[in-house]
């Protein structure tokens, strides 16, 4: 079933600024939040260092902005990628709830990244970093949907088929013949929710499910 929003509720249910769960997503794992911190801390003291050097002239406040720009970036290079996403599903000129149920549920193996590293003898060896993924298959009334991913998580064993599933739907177009994108989703039995990442503001969501999906 598929209950189209009225206008203004997917900006609701999607904020333009970064949230906290949000923010966390973007910072990433340990090794993704300490090449930011590297980022942060090389990249800003050179132009401070610079801006020091060079104080009194004009170009000494510019390197001090920089500077301090870059030491920043820990924090707002999150913020800037989350706005980005975000702003990703706020564009579709159509969106609207889904309730349907799981049809099918599977694992995939998904390559994350692929780096080269001198094992004991020196020689260069390919390693490669894979992650499992959550694959699920969705449908209603009318027929098949779409496939939810995600990185399987052990909470996800408590998943079965048939479980009703609620999410957005966007698209290009009104009449939803192709779909563009789901957020994450909301399953109600299992009180769980799935997703690659955290779109939806969770407990407006909810709020509106219970007053549009009676």
Same mark, same amino acid.
């Given at each position: 079933?598929?209950?189209?929003?009225?206008?203004?509720?997917?900006?609701?249910?999607?904020?333009?600024?970064? @949230?906290?769960?949000?923010?966390?997503? %973007?910072?990433?794992?340990?090794?993704?939040?300490?090449?930011?911190?590297?980022?942060?801390?090389? !990249?800003?003291?050179?132009?401070? #260092?610079?801006?020091?050097?060079?104080?009194?002239?004009?170009?000494?406040?510019?390197?001090?902005?920089?500077?301090? @720009?870059?030491?920043?970036?820990?924090?707002?290079?999150?913020?800037?990628?989350? !706005?980005?996403?975000?702003?990703?599903?706020?564009?579709?000129?159509?969106?609207?709830?889904?309730?349907?149920?799981?049809?099918?549920?599977?694992?995939?193996?998904?390559?994350?990244?692929?780096?080269?590293?001198?094992?004991?003898?020196?020689? #260069?060896?390919?390693?490669?970093?894979?992650?499992?993924?959550?694959?699920?298959?969705?449908?209603?009334?009318?027929?098949?949907?779409?496939?939810?991913? %995600?990185?399987?998580?052990?909470?996800?064993? @408590? #998943?079965?088929?048939?479980?009703?599933?609620? %999410?957005?739907?966007?698209?290009?177009?009104?009449?939803?013949?192709?779909? !563009?994108?789901?957020?994450?989703?909301?399953?109600?039995?299992?009180?769980?929710?799935?997703?690659?990442?955290?779109?939806?503001?969770?407990?407006?969501?909810?709020?509106? %499910?219970?007053?549009?999906?009676?």
């Amino acid at each position: 079933m598929l209950v189209p929003l009225k206008p203004g509720e997917l900006q609701r249910l999607v904020p333009l600024v970064a @949230t906290g769960p949000q923010f966390s997503h %973007c910072w990433g794992n340990p090794s993704k939040g300490l090449q930011r911190v590297l980022v942060s801390s090389i !990249g800003g003291v050179i132009p401070l #260092l610079i801006s020091q050097s060079t104080f009194g002239y004009g170009a000494g406040s510019v390197w001090l902005v920089i500077g301090i @720009t870059l030491l920043l970036y820990v924090l707002w290079g999150p913020i800037l990628e989350a !706005g980005q996403r975000n702003s990703g599903l706020r564009r579709y000129p159509a969106a609207a709830l889904f309730e349907g149920t799981i049809a099918d549920l599977y694992t995939r193996e998904r390559l994350e990244d692929r780096q080269e590293q001198a094992d004991r003898s020196g020689r #260069l060896e390919v390693v490669e970093n894979r992650r499992t993924w959550l694959c699920l298959e969705l449908e209603d009334e009318d027929g098949p949907l779409g496939v939810l991913r %995600c990185p399987l998580l052990k909470e996800h064993r @408590t #998943l079965r088929r048939g479980m009703v599933l609620r %999410c957005l739907v966007l698209a290009e177009r009104a009449d939803f013949a192709r779909i !563009g994108a789901l957020s994450d989703a909301w399953i109600p039995q299992a009180r769980l929710w799935v997703g690659d990442y955290p779109y939806l503001l969770r407990p407006a969501f909810e709020e509106i %499910c219970l007053r549009r999906l009676r």
